[in-house]
């Protein structure tokens, strides 16, 4: 390969590496490392996914997801609370938007608080490559499923750039 092939190549695998937040370990029941939905309806896709709260995925992209969609329904305060870190704040929002739903109250935001969260999602208006999106004006959050159901999410301190949601790992962007 022509030494700018290679430079093309490792800059590619860096950028891709980067945009991941590197390659999770196996962390939801799918198996994928990233949430992932079960492959339904992208606006009813979230129940099967993994635990994130305060001991598990607490800091990781998956947990940023959760802060993002917690921050489009008015249980966060500001995108500064959005940080892929799940601490007592995070797991506070999430005890008044379980309490909201009806659902067990305990701070994770698991397979119930996932699924309940399916019902705020709405397909984009050009409703294009499978993308939804959580509240309404400042508060809009864009999520995205990509190949093998995988979501990634866009919000404020993103700018633009998509991160996908996995369990295992920050990004530079989160």
């Known amino acids: ?26 962390a939801t029941p799918g198996g994928s490392g990233y949430v992932d939905g079960d492959g339904g309806a992208a606006t ?7 635990v994130v709260n305060q001991s598990t995925s607490a800091r990781s992209a998956a947990a940023g997801l959760w802060q993002a969609f917690l921050f489009s329904q008015g249980y966060l305060g500001s995108w500064d609370d959005v940080d892929c870190s799940f601490g007592p704040n995070t797991a506070s929002a999430t005890r008044r938007f379980q309490a909201d739903r009806g659902l ?4 994770s935001a698991g397979p119930q608080s996932f699924g309940a969260a399916d019902n705020s ?22 999520y995205l499923r990509v190949t093998n159901n995988i979501y990634a ?14 369990y295992a790992n920050r990004s530079s962007l989160c």
């Not at 092939?5 to 370990?25: E, F, I, Q």
Request: charged fraction near 15%; aromatic fraction near 8%; charge should be neutral.
């Open 1 to 26: 390969m022509k030494l700018a092939g290679r430079l093309a190549l490792t800059v590619a695998v860096a950028a891709l590496t980067v945009g991941l937040g590197g390659v999770p370990a196996t």
């Open 44 to 50: 009813n896709d979230w129940a099967g996914e993994g």
């Open 153 to 166: 999410f866009q919000y404020q301190a993103t700018k633009g750039a998509w991160l996908y949601a996995s």
């Open 104 to 107: 067990t109250v305990d701070g």
């Open 121 to 142: 999602l709405r397909l984009a208006p050009d409703g294009a490559y499978d993308q939804v999106l959580a509240g309404t004006g400042s508060r809009t959050v864009s």
